[in-house]
């Protein structure tokens, strides 16, 4: 869209607005307003979640409640290394899973013996949930808890008397550990599980089984400034899903009374917010450097790629939500060199696309005349606290002297006054000109914007339409450098190898050794068959700018599936191994039979979900079965896919050596009830 300027126009308009006090005449607030814990946790913005407990050992994303706290040892557990690695990163605290859904307790609980006590860990004398305090107070860091109301350990589960044991450990985590700044209660909840020996099935009504409001009076009481999370706050609620991305349009506010904990149709409904919401309840954005939320040794060529980390952090932080980056810290007890080394890259590159603010160069002029107190100098004082009150409609101009560069635009509402912008444009000069660059939505706390390279004298940002007077406290424009983004692995149905080149731009080159690539290795010309099982490596090498480097992207591919056969007279059983995540098949026999073509040594096997927005007949419990001739066959693993619902990524599992040329993966459990669906199969081989 392109609109005439009337430049000689726009000057006789044109009003530098003054400089009177910031906090003259305030507008009436616009409900739902957030309240000053709220305030103070939103200004936090970045902080880090640790899945470490019981699950680290047993190597599952959701334990059974069975396990023996004999297996909880971690040999090198160093809570000062999370703490410097979070702080280093510019994150401002660590939210600890003080006792997941299998209900082991990271400290020394008075109330169940189904913690550290009774670990081999520092001879049953240690206590992690004092040791992080400490750590978090050493680096100036804040401490969260994140407590499971579903105990899959406990006796009394499902009964009003847990309720009772889960207050009293609330109690002991909110009164001896000092300042705790967010309690995290999961929505997943009730299910199979060992309840002290039962072994059944127990559900609960979401709705009333924890009888919140107690909960929350005590939390209040004991930590007043700390926010409570959860999918219905109340002050801090899930943004829907757990890849970390908030939403183009997303509201702080939320009809809050509408939403309960683990409701099924959360994600769809109440996940962006909504303009008319009657509570304030803003939005954090959780999701795991790791595809799992646990540590699993599997996914240590997994860890999510600086490309896909800036994502997250451009669709969370950007947008307008808070971001919680977990780290599945490890067996020995430390958050993972690979993890590392991601956080530092994603925390450096941060800091190079907000290097400087070019905002800061502007003369800023508006077409607004009124002079109220609040004038438009604000938006670049960096004072959080000021903002210019500007008119539906009028246009704020940054003008430059000199043309500047800039491909990110910040943007940022008053929100203790309210939430109110509901459209916005953002606009360049060229010839005389204006062009459109962004038409959006919502604004929030923050909304950042990625655009492409734009040099301009002027950039116009108008408020379009909002739900009263709109209150900008910030805009900033940055020039973000560019980042060469990795090659895509994948590999087609043949068994070749293909590399998606994500840029004109870039030579790629890979090895199939374990090398990391470099301008040396392979250049790749075109798909590659691999005989072996293998992990692939490949890298982006930019030819404009100087030979600039793209990170190494990492695949490891299993024998190829060329030879399989789906046994099934349903043509669409073969997408089940077709290699294409997208597709996936459905099976009315509850079950998938594959002819392997040849006899193989398997040692595990692979289930991807498919990758629908709208899953159905996700396996939930599984068993596995091989067989030699096709016709008698042997179980050899069974189980559950913890998590799978809120995280359909590939499950991997382990079984020991054996030899087979049919597999079967039965479903006992799907999470709709429905039949069967796979994404994906695959195995894995010695
Ligand atoms: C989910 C849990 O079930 C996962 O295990 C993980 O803790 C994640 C943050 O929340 O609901």
């Not at 706290?69 to 401002?92: C, H, S, Y």
């Not at 050493?138 to 589960?157: T, V």
């Not at 004038?375 to 959080?384: E, G, H, L, M, Y």
Request: aromatic share 12%; net charge negative.
């Amino acid at each position: 869209m392109k609109t005439q300027f009337y430049f000689t126009l726009f000057l006789t308009k044109m009003v530098l607005l003054g400089c009177q006090s910031p906090h003259q005449n305030p507008p009436d607030p616009v409900h739902p307003i957030p309240s000053e814990r709220q305030m103070n946790w939103q200004e936090l913005e970045f902080y880090a979640f640790v899945h470490f407990n019981m699950n680290t050992f047993s190597d599952m994303e959701w334990g059974m409640g069975d396990e023996s706290p004999k297996q909880f040892n971690p040999t090198e557990l160093d809570t000062k290394q999370w703490a410097r690695v979070v702080k280093e990163a510019g994150m401002t605290g660590i939210i600890i899973t003080a006792k997941h859904h299998d209900g082991f307790c990271l400290w020394p609980s008075k109330y169940t013996e189904h913690s550290v006590k009774n670990a081999p860990w520092k001879d049953g004398k240690g206590d992690l949930i004092q040791e992080l305090a400490e750590s978090c107070k050493e680096y100036g860091l804040k401490m969260g808890i994140y407590y499971s109301p579903w105990d899959r350990n406990h006796a009394e589960y499902g009964q009003p008397e847990y309720l009772l044991y889960m207050r009293n450990q609330l109690t002991e985590l909110l009164t001896e550990y000092g300042e705790v700044f967010e309690v995290w209660f999961d929505g997943a909840n009730g299910g199979t599980g060992f309840y002290g020996g039962a072994n059944e099935d127990r559900r609960v009504d979401k709705r009333s089984y924890y009888d919140w409001e107690k909960t929350i009076e005590l939390v209040r009481e004991l930590q007043p400034d700390a926010v409570i999370f959860g999918d219905a706050g109340p002050d801090v609620r899930w943004v829907g899903n757990e890849h970390g991305h908030a939403y183009r349009t997303t509201w702080s506010n939320l009809m809050r009374d509408s939403v309960y904990a683990g409701m099924p149709e959360y994600a769809e409904l109440y996940a962006t917010g909504q303009e008319n919401g009657t509570h304030w309840v803003p939005a954090e954005a959780d999701v795991s450097i790791r595809p799992g939320w646990y540590y699993h040794a599997y996914e240590d060529h997994k860890v999510k790629s600086l490309a896909e980390l800036l994502d997250i952090y451009y669709l969370s932080i950007g947008q307008n939500a808070s971001l919680l980056l977990n780290f599945p810290v490890d067996k020995r007890g430390l958050i993972h060199e690979n993890d590392v080394i991601q956080i530092q890259q994603l925390s450096a590159k941060i800091k190079e696309d907000f290097a400087e603010d070019l905002a800061l160069l502007a003369k800023l002029t508006t077409e607004e005349y009124q002079r109220n107190g609040h004038p438009a100098k604000n938006v670049i004082d960096t004072n959080p606290n000021t903002y210019w009150k500007a008119e539906i409609g009028t246009s704020l101009i940054l003008q430059f002297e000199n043309p500047v560069s800039f491909n990110r635009f910040l943007v940022q509402e008053h929100v203790p006054l309210g939430q109110r912008v509901k459209s916005f444009s953002v606009e360049v000069l060229s010839d005389d000109e204006w062009i459109s660059v962004a038409e959006e939505t919502t604004v929030g706390y923050k909304r950042i914007l990625r655009l492409s390279d734009q040099t301009t004298t002027a950039v116009r940002f108008t408020v379009t339409d909002a739900k009263a007077i709109p209150l900008i406290s910030r805009i900033s424009l940055y020039k973000a450098p560019k980042l060469v983004t990795p090659p895509i692995l994948s590999r087609n149905v043949a068994g070749y190898i293909q590399v998606e080149v994500p840029d004109k731009n870039v030579a790629v080159y890979y090895t199939i050794d374990g090398q990391d690539p470099d301008e040396n290795s392979t250049p790749f010309e075109g798909p590659f068959l691999l005989e072996k099982p293998a992990m692939v490596k490949a890298i982006s090498i930019d030819k404009e700018t100087e030979g600039k480097k793209s990170e190494i992207s990492m695949a490891f591919f299993d024998l190829s599936k060329a030879k399989w056969k789906v046994i099934t007279n349903d043509p669409d059983g073969k997408k089940a191994i077709d290699e294409d995540e997208k597709s996936y098949f459905t099976s009315k026999q509850g079950k998938i039979d594959i002819d392997l073509g040849e006899n193989l040594t398997l040692i595990g096997f692979t289930y991807l979900p498919m990758q629908h927005r709208y899953m159905t007949g996700i396996i939930q419990n599984y068993e596995f079965h091989v067989s030699q001739n096709g016709d008698q066959w042997e179980k050899v693993a069974e189980g559950e896919f913890g998590n799978i619902a809120n995280s359909p990524i590939e499950q991997e599992v382990k079984f020991s050596k054996i030899n087979a040329r049919y597999i079967r993966l039965l479903a006992r459990r799907t999470l709709d009830g429905q039949a069967p669906s796979f994404g994906e199969i695959g195995i894995r081989t010695e």
